[in-house]
């Protein structure tokens, strides 16, 4: 073995670890397998000795990204029923569960490394929810003691960085998201910091965590001999490129979408309603020049007033009417963009996906005119529904 190789091979082992067993749990819980799990860390480890970062959290959110791959081809295979014995824990099936159980186990890690009376105290706090003057009495402590004591258990267990010299200082953010008041005259600085109001949401949120701890199981340490394997996977050099899930999603999607559509044309055509069937040909038959019939500005409703795009029904050569959308619009990794009109009378009609900035299509004849109807655009999961059930992200109404 090479000098080199060997001093990689330390630095594995000791963030092995360190980490391996935080990763050999967040895999375990998530997919349910030991040896599923055990795969998992084989290949994280291996990435990270080939350039990778050996640091836990990097450790821990590349292992979700990994674990979230295997889930979706676990579902796109219909994979629904597991050989291995219950590990004791409910399984995550998406990527923020799992990126959030990462977090959880990066937090419990940190609070079992806290000084004990540090851990004992936060804990009755925020776990047992124990008042803090009668923590305080039963501590032998002052509240101001008790508080300072809190603060500084929470900024020992949080990794965001501490901001600089004339923003809101550290311990005042902790004070604040533990629910401490605090006379420091830092409301309006972090009102207006994007940097200070961030790091305040990031302790609020760990709070939030260390609060839901009692949810998560204890670490499962892996099996002596699976280091061994780890040292071997390392040694063999940097391993293939896994394929990424998210392309093979979308080729997922676009194709189910091909076959929704076709689904959605026969029914229509069984049922002498030809609304499919004018989406799917209305590329073929789109004559975009003719006069504008009406126009719509669409917007997000989450947001309230921001613009997202606009809209406009054009006359077609052959009586009809086409849809021409312009907005930033693009693919998303995660889902699909739908366009939907939603007729005054009637049920929502699909006008298929939309990947791009401009999207031209033809108004199914069944509806008739679209003057007067509401367009909106909603991301939707690859779920295989064809109906309209995910997020609203533009809206407007044709004029």
């Known amino acids: 073995m090479s000098e080199g190789v ?5 630095r594995v082992e000791e963030a092995y670890r360190e980490s ?3 990763v050999h749990t967040l895999a375990l819980r998530a997919l349910g397998s030991v040896e599923e799990a055990e795969d998992v ?12 970062s050996l640091a836990s959290r990097d450790l821990l959110h590349d292992a979700a990204d990994r674990i979230t791959g295997d889930l979706e081809r676990r579902v796109r295979a219909k994979l629904t029923a597991l050989d291995d014995p219950d590990v004791g824990a409910d399984a995550v099936t998406d990527e923020r569960a799992v990126l959030a159980e990462a977090d959880r186990i990066l937090v419990r890690a940190a609070l079992d490394r806290l000084e004990p009376a540090s851990r004992d105290a936060l804990t009755r706090a925020l776990v047992d929810g124990v008042p803090r003057w ?17 603060r500084d258990a929470l900024l020992a267990l949080w990794p965001g960085p501490v901001p600089a010299e004339g923003h809101a200082s550290a311990q005042g953010l902790a004070s604040r998201a533990l629910g401490i008041r605090v006379a420091d005259g830092g409301q309006q600085h972090i009102a207006g910091c994007d940097g200070c109001r961030a790091a305040w949401r990031s302790l609020n949120d760990l709070v939030g965590t260390v609060t839901r701890l009692p949810a998560t199981g204890p670490v499962v340490a892996p099996r002596a001999g699976l280091w061994d394997e780890v040292r071997t996977a390392v040694e063999s050099g940097p391993p293939e490129a896994e394929p990424d899930w998210r392309a093979e999603a979308r080729a997922d999607a676009a194709r189910a979408q ?21 989406v799917v040909l209305g590329q073929m038959l789109i004559q975009p020049d003719g006069p504008t019939l009406a126009t719509a500005t669409l917007v997000d409703p989450r947001g309230g007033s921001d613009e997202t795009g606009h809209a406009s029904l054009r006359a077609a050569g052959d009586g009809g009417e086409v849809l021409v959308l312009d907005g930033p619009y693009a693919e998303y990794p995660d889902g699909a ?25 033809e108004i199914p004849a069944s509806v008739g005119s679209a003057v007067g109807a509401m367009l909106e655009i909603s991301r939707e999961p690859w779920d295989g529904d064809p109906g309209l059930n995910g997020e609203v992200v533009a809206r407007g109404t044709f004029g």
């Open 134 to 150: 009668e923590l305080a009495t039963s501590l032998g402590l002052s509240e101001p003691d008790l508080e300072s004591l809190l």
């Open 41 to 52: 860390v084989r290949r994280v480890f291996a990435s990270a000795a080939a350039g990778g």
């Open 20 to 22: 391996g067993p935080l």
């Open 6 to 10: 060997s001093m990689v091979e330390e």
């Open 258 to 278: 091909r076959r929704r559509t076709l689904v959605m044309t026969v029914a229509v055509v069984a049922a002498s309603v030809f609304a499919g069937l004018a």
């Open 337 to 361: 963009l739908e366009v939907w009109l939603i007729p005054a009378v009637g049920e929502p009609v699909p006008l298929g996906q939309l990947t791009s900035s401009h999207y031209e299509v």
